[in-house]
């Protein structure tokens, strides 16, 4: 009887939107039914911006963020120290920092980091292209700014050792407290890292 | 520096999915992301299925349930019950009926409820359509099947008035207890429609 309810183009949008993270099978449904009432031009919208998303967007092929002008505008954009570089996992990483405000050098995007769990290995991420990247190029600092989760922290290790022979300086984020946090909630090991990173007021 | 760091596609996209009921502007921005990192493959089928939708799907001239054929498959089916009507709001309603399992009669779907607040009067949903249906059927009773909610129960009893001409039998789904659920966390105003509706054992 389920089956006869529900017509094929809506169950095949509710399965598709079910392969999304976080959207169950009733979210999926929730959605789909959604557009089915508001009319058709939301669906569309959706359906086309999806379609350019690939057919227009690459990748940098300096920093391999994603771009839809080759290179990317952060690339291009002269105004920007040359001298700096920030390695982040993934792109959303890049958009964190620049929503705040606090770094105008130039980025490399990974693309994920090394996950031994996952089979995410150094050759599955961007990380020759930065090898060749520092070495070819003239800079003063890298800042490692991978997550600061295992696999993040195990990447920026790596890349530490990879990037040795070039003789650049290399840093990481401060980890601490978080601003507008509260010490009561923070967790154990942020707390003793906020310590051992104590600095003179 | 924002606008900057991503590409005009990747932006629309986010936009678009922000569109959806439930999903804000940080998840329709991981939503992208991963359609980005997942290859392609998976954003395509999500437009192609979101374009059928629309082009694929109709509503049964009959019930206005959303159909691929016409009429629908419930409507076509000869086994179902064809005197017997169940009145819902919404077709996930009707899916949610179906999924029971334990109703074989014929279906309306209104479309939405009365609500005087959100400006939906009864032209704005498919009851003219009911009242023509059922004066000119053969039905043995209509269960208005309309949500236990402000708007359902107003709906149902302008149903009732509309419908009293036709002097078909109308009946309403049973208040009481979640099966399964728990006394202790049970609303008061549920509690008391299942104290009314009390039943000998």
């Given at each position: 009887?389920?089956?006869?309810?529900?017509?094929?183009?809506?169950?095949?949008?509710?399965?598709?939107?079910?392969?999304?993270?976080?959207?169950?099978?009733?979210?999926?449904?929730?959605?789909?039914?959604?557009?089915?009432?508001?009319?058709?031009?939301?669906?569309?919208?959706?359906?086309?911006?999806?379609?350019?998303?690939?057919?227009?967007?690459?990748?940098?092929?300096?920093?391999?963020?994603?771009?839809?002008?080759?290179?990317?505008?952060?690339?291009?954009?002269?105004?920007?120290?040359?001298?700096l570089?920030?390695?982040?996992?993934?792109?959303?990483?890049?958009?964190?920092?620049?929503?705040?405000?606090?770094?105008?050098?130039?980025?490399?995007?990974?693309?994920?980091?090394?996950?031994?769990?996952?089979?995410?290995?150094?050759?599955?991420?961007?990380?020759?292209?930065?090898?060749?990247?520092?070495?070819?190029?003239?800079f003063d600092e890298i800042?490692?700014?991978?997550?600061?989760?295992?696999?993040?922290?195990?990447?920026?290790?790596?890349?530490?050792?990879?990037?040795?022979?070039?003789?650049?300086r290399?840093t990481?984020?401060?980890?601490?407290?978080?601003?507008?946090?509260?010490?009561?909630?923070?967790?154990?090991?942020?707390?003793?890292?906020?310590?051992?990173?104590?600095?003179?007021?």
């Amino acid at each position: 009887m389920v089956n006869n309810a529900l017509p094929r183009p809506v169950q095949q949008l509710i399965n598709e939107f079910s392969r999304l993270p976080g959207i169950g099978s009733k979210s999926a449904a929730r959605l789909t039914f959604f557009l089915l009432r508001s009319g058709g031009q939301l669906a569309l919208d959706l359906s086309v911006a999806l379609q350019e998303l690939k057919e227009k967007t690459r990748f940098c092929s300096i920093c391999f963020n994603i771009t839809e002008e080759e290179p990317c505008l952060i690339c291009q954009d002269d105004t920007r120290d040359k001298r700096l570089l920030c390695v982040v996992e993934e792109p959303l990483d890049l958009l964190a920092l620049e929503r705040a405000r606090a770094y105008s050098g130039q980025y490399h995007v990974l693309h994920g980091a090394i996950s031994p769990i996952e089979g995410i290995g150094p050759e599955d991420l961007r990380i020759d292209e930065l090898v060749k990247r520092v070495s070819e190029g003239d800079f003063d600092e890298i800042i490692l700014a991978t997550n600061p989760t295992l696999e993040g922290e195990s990447t920026a290790l790596y890349l530490k050792r990879r990037l040795a022979d070039t003789g650049v300086r290399m840093t990481g984020l401060a980890r601490g407290l978080s601003v507008g946090g509260d010490l009561e909630y923070t967790d154990e090991i942020t707390l003793g890292r906020a310590l051992d990173g104590r600095v003179d007021l």
